[in-house]
């Protein structure tokens, strides 16, 4: 089955720098790949998804890019603000798949004022 | 419109007890999928459902079952209850398993503690 490592488990980073999360996958099958953001006592979001048909997706400050070949995504952060303090995971999954989503064990984002 | 819709938020049950946990999904959303968050193990795939019928099972015990009704409302029972499964379950509704929508709405949990 799906393996999904994430990386790294804690980053602290300044109020105003970039934050940069990183995941790798094992099944080329996977297609999908969502990331989620849970605030202490939360319920996990959806923040940004990526299908394996693009490299790239931007939402404002958000920004996922997908390395297919090397099955490898990641999460960017740009001008952090204090309410992006959280734990983000990443997922794969193979959409019309059955298996549901393989989480990352999750990055917990510290932002520093 | 509602989100996904949890009951009850917290449970505490006796070893060897048996529990029920309720999810209703998003109005129109078919597919609900369900999820043990652990701090050790994380967030783990237990099974889908979909028109009623399983689609997969995560590697969990046979304790673990779940069904799916009509309409589109989940419940997952576990029984003979560990310590172990202590973790906060989590339900996620989809539009259609099938299609290109794949984005799941989770909604905020059961908070199972077994002692």
Redesign the interface.
């Known amino acids: 089955g799906e393996n999904v490592e994430q990386h790294p488990s804690t980053l602290s980073v300044q109020e105003g720098d970039s934050a940069v999360i990183k995941c790798t996958y094992s099944d080329s099958a996977s297609n999908?790949f969502?990331w989620?953001k849970q605030e202490l006592g939360?319920?996990?979001?959806?923040i940004i998804?990526i299908r394996s048909n693009v490299g790239e997706k931007k939402d404002q400050r958000i920004a996922v890019t997908l390395n297919k070949t090397a099955k490898h995504f990641s999460l960017h952060i740009t001008e952090t603000q204090p309410e992006d303090s959280a734990v983000y995971?990443c997922?794969a999954?193979m959409?019309?798949g059955?298996?549901?989503?393989?989480?990352?064990?999750?990055t917990h984002l510290i932002i520093q004022p | 419109k509602a989100g996904v819709t949890q009951t009850p938020r917290y449970l505490i049950k006796t070893r060897g007890q048996q529990v029920t946990l309720s999810c209703s999904p998003i109005s129109g959303h078919r597919s609900v999928?369900w999820?043990q968050q652990t701090p050790g193990q994380?967030?783990?795939?237990l099974?889908?459902y979909f028109s009623e019928t399983q689609?997969?099972k995560?590697n969990f015990p046979g304790r673990f079952s779940g069904r799916q009704f009509s309409n589109s409302r989940s419940e997952m029972n576990v029984s003979t209850l560990e310590l172990g499964d202590s973790a906060l379950y989590?339900c996620a509704s989809s539009l259609d398993?099938?299609?290109?929508n794949?984005?799941?709405?989770?909604?905020?949990?059961t908070r199972l503690t077994v002692v």
């Open positions: 999908y969502p989620y939360k319920r996990p979001q959806l998804d995971f997922a999954s959409e019309g059955a298996d549901g989503l393989t989480f990352g064990k999750g | 999928s999820y994380g967030l783990q795939f099974f889908e689609r997969n995560g989590l398993s099938t299609g290109l794949r984005g799941y709405t989770f909604g905020s949990g």
